[in-house]
């Protein structure tokens, strides 16, 4: 794992911004995973201001996305669907037929991860997959405990993973209890994977991923066998953490 050492957020965002354009140029029709959070969204911000100031095109571009509640409809504002439109999809010029995310209202649930999988394979893979991470260590939403052979599947949502992510919502209880997420095995298939990490929240994460045992009580140590991840993390979030 290469790690690269941000001064802080808006540094990471804008490293990371710089990192997928290059990829890119590189390689216009490329296949991106793409996360949803606090964490992706100051890379989302500098993608769009590059888009409009020089005009690097998605016409090409391929998105799968991490994850969406289950139960919440395109529709909903609080769906990741609605969320990716407004921080990114809305604002550059991506055809919504290469944008793919799980249909976290599909009747049968099961069928849509496995149609979901087939779709990624079928696209020919995962050229660089975006993660944030929980503090818990999830990726995706694969809580501790998730198998690292699990593909994409339908999850039960940690109650620190609810409470983390119900700033989004106007009531804890609104926040569902369970969603569809890529699996671990789904990500360790993308050829190429770019973590980004910030604040002090994540620090003890950070640690653990960097310094830790590979093991399923601590979902992102899987990364560890990834042969091309690199990190991007701020100071914050790497403070003491031994770099080996
Ligand atoms: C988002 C996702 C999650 C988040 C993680 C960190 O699609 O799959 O794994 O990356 O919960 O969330 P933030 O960035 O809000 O701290």
């Known amino acids: ?12 965002s804008e490293l990371a911004a710089n990192y997928l354009i290059d990829k890119i140029h590189t390689n216009p029709s490329m296949v991106l995973g ?9 890379t989302y911000k500098h993608l769009i201001q590059d888009h409009q100031r020089n005009h690097t095109t998605y016409k090409e571009i391929t998105t799968y996305n991490l994850d969406e ?3 919440f409809s395109a529709d909903n504002p609080n769906s990741y669907h609605a969320f990716m439109y407004e921080k990114l999809f809305g604002k550059i010029d991506i055809p919504s037929a290469n944008i793919h995310l799980p249909n976290g209202t599909a009747i049968d649930l099961n069928d849509e991860c496995k149609t979901y999988e087939e779709s990624i394979k079928e696209s020919g893979g995962i050229d660089v997959q975006l993660l ?3 503090s818990n260590g999830h990726i995706g939403f694969n809580e501790p405990g998730t198998s690292f052979e699990a593909t994409t ?5 940690a ?5 983390a992510n119900a700033r989004f919502f106007h009531d804890i209880n609104e926040v569902p209890h369970e969603a569809i997420t890529m699996g671990i095995a789904t990500i360790m298939k993308s050829k190429e994977i770019l973590l980004l990490v910030a604040g002090e929240a994540k620090n003890e ?5 960097v310094e830790g045992e590979v093991d399923e009580s601590f979902p992102a140590s899987v990364l560890n066998r990834h042969s091309h991840v690199t990190i991007i993390a701020d100071k ?3 403070s003491g953490v031994t770099v080996r």
């Open 159 to 163: 109650q620190s993973t609810r409470e």
């Open 205 to 209: 994460a950070m640690r653990k991923l």
């Open 132 to 134: 944030g991470m929980g």
């Open 34 to 42: 793409l996360a949803t959070g606090g964490t992706p969204q100051g």
């Open 236 to 238: 914050k979030a790497l």
């Open 1 to 12: 794992m290469r790690i690269i050492e941000a001064h802080d957020y808006e540094h990471m």
């Open 153 to 157: 599947q339908i999850v039960h949502l």
């Open 69 to 71: 509640y289950v139960g």
